[in-house]
Every structure is written in structure tokens, then in C-alpha cells.
């Protein structure tokens, strides 16, 4: 859009300069860094210019909406923009959960056909029993048992707090 200084404006609108000064000092109107002030700006403080001719480089200004139609434009693209990438980061993170969900298996059930629960194998020992002559079927019998013998499991250490693990003498 068009900048023009404060002497050109003045010269526009046909004002002084000290009340451009004044709506500035206000913040009323605003200057670029270029201590220039935009058309649409000064269209928005004091309306349409009275006088075209006076401005050195031909202005084009169609109606006092024209500055607020190319804003929302402006920001009608801007929102595309970013609909646009949040939908982009929704597949994206879409099909990082298809991916994740691919690489974790469902753990499978166990198997409910017997509900007793089964006790892990413990060593057995061969116990050879006194055999009787007579009975020469119970000696088969007592040779296939075996006697099972508990594993040896050492007691857990009694849990200590914090403070006794200084002060009292371990054991």
C-alpha cells in the first residue's frame, strides 16, 4: 500500500501537520519504521481524501471498504494456510498411531481350560523303599514314585527404615 510523510498528508486531507503530530503522539495514527504513514491508515483516521491530485504518485482508493476488504483477504489466506498444516500434522500423527499400533501385539489370553493354577516343577529324588519278595507288583509301583524335595528358598531380610540403617546395628 501507499506511505506517505506528514507533509504529504497535511497536503491531502488539507489539515496542519501538528494535528497529524497530535493523533500520533495519541496513538491514534501510526508511522512505519520508515516515519511514514500508510494511505489505508490515514483512510481509517480521517476517511477519503478530499483532494487526489495533490499526492505525486497516482493513489488508488475504490471505497473506504477497500482497505478492509484486502485486510480480510489477507487473513482469510492466512487461516487457509494454517488449516492446511493442521491437517498435514493430523495425518501425520494419524499415521504414527497406525504404525505404533501395528508394532504393539494384543497380548493373547490364556488358555481357561484348567483353572487350577500350575505350581512351578520342583526337583525330585529317587527314594529306593525296602522291597518285600512276596509282592513282586508293589515293588514296581514303589519304584516309579519319587518323593519331591522342597527348593531351598533363603528368608527375606526384615525391611528397615531409613534412620535404622545408621543407628542400628545390622542383623
Given amino acids: ?40 491508515e490515514a483512510i481509517r483516521v480521517f476517511g477519503e481524501p478530499i ?15 477497500s482497505a478492509e476488504v484486502l485486510l480480510l483477504r489477507q487473513q482469510i489466506d492466512m487461516l487457509k494456510n494454517q488449516l492446511d498444516d493442521a491437517k498435514d500434522r493430523e495425518s501425520f500423527y494419524q499415521n504414527q498411531i497406525e504404525t505404533m499400533q501395528r508394532l504393539l501385539e494384543a497380548p493373547k489370553p490364556p488358555k481357561m481350560e484348567d483353572p487350577t493354577p500350575v505350581a512351578p516343577p520342583q526337583e525330585t529324588i529317587e527314594v529306593p523303599l525296602p522291597v518285600k519278595p512276596n509282592e513282586v507288583e508293589s515293588d514296581i509301583q514303589t519304584q516309579n514314585k519319587r518323593i519331591p524335595v522342597p527348593e531351598h528358598v533363603e528368608p527375606e531380610p526384615k525391611k528397615r527404615g531409613f534412620l535404622s540403617r545408621f543407628f542400628l546395628p545390622y542383623g
Fill in 1 to 40: 500500500m501507499k506511505t506517505l510523510t506528514v507533509l504529504e498528508l497535511s497536503k491531502l486531507y488539507n489539515i496542519n501537520r501538528q494535528t497529524i503530530y497530535n493523533n500520533i503522539k495519541k496513538g491514534i495514527l501510526s508511522k512505519n519504521s520508515e516515519n511514514k504513514i500508510d494511505l489505508a
Fill in 51 to 65: 483532494k487526489k491530485q495533490d499526492v505525486k504518485e497516482s493513489v488508488k482508493v475504490d471505497s473506504p471498504n
